[in-house]
Nanobody
Framework: QVQLVESGGGLVQPGGSLGLSCAAS????????MKWHRQAPGKERELVAS????????SYADSVKGRFTISRDNAKNTVFLQMNSLKPEDTAVYFC?????????WGQGTQVTVSS
């Protein structure tokens, strides 16, 4: 069955870095656009970054541009999110999302907390 499993979340101090991974299985990974979303307490889920199916194009929310980098390894069915210069407002549950046409799969999320 389809699985998206995020890992790499945790507690980090402001200004620090954290790398998230999302391992996919159960579908043709290289056919899907991969996205990272996040949801902070009391706020709506927002799109953070996306990467095309072959990794040739990426896009970012203005709030993370220049600090976060999305990448993927289609041979390992994994998408990554490298987060640098983290701020307290980056605190949220981060979700991995695979999308192709009307098909959309989600992971369970991983908590990222930025606090001193």
């Amino acid at each position: 069955q389809v699985q998206l499993v995020e890992s790499g979340g945790g507690l980090v101090q402001p200004g620090g870095s954290l790398g998230l991974s999302c391992a996919a299985s159960g579908f043709t990974f290289s056919a899907y656009v991969m996205k990272w979303h996040r949801q902070a307490p009391g706020k709506e889920r927002e799109l953070v970054a996306s990467i095309s199916n072959l990794g040739r194009s990426t896009s970012y929310a203005d709030s993370v541009k220049g600090r976060f980098t999305i990448s993927r390894d289609n041979a390992k069915n994994t998408v990554f999110l490298q987060m640098n210069s983290l701020k307290p407002e980056d605190t949220a549950v981060y979700f991995c999302n695979a999308q192709s046409g009307t098909r959309s799969f989600w992971g369970q999320g991983t908590q990222v907390t930025v606090s001193s």
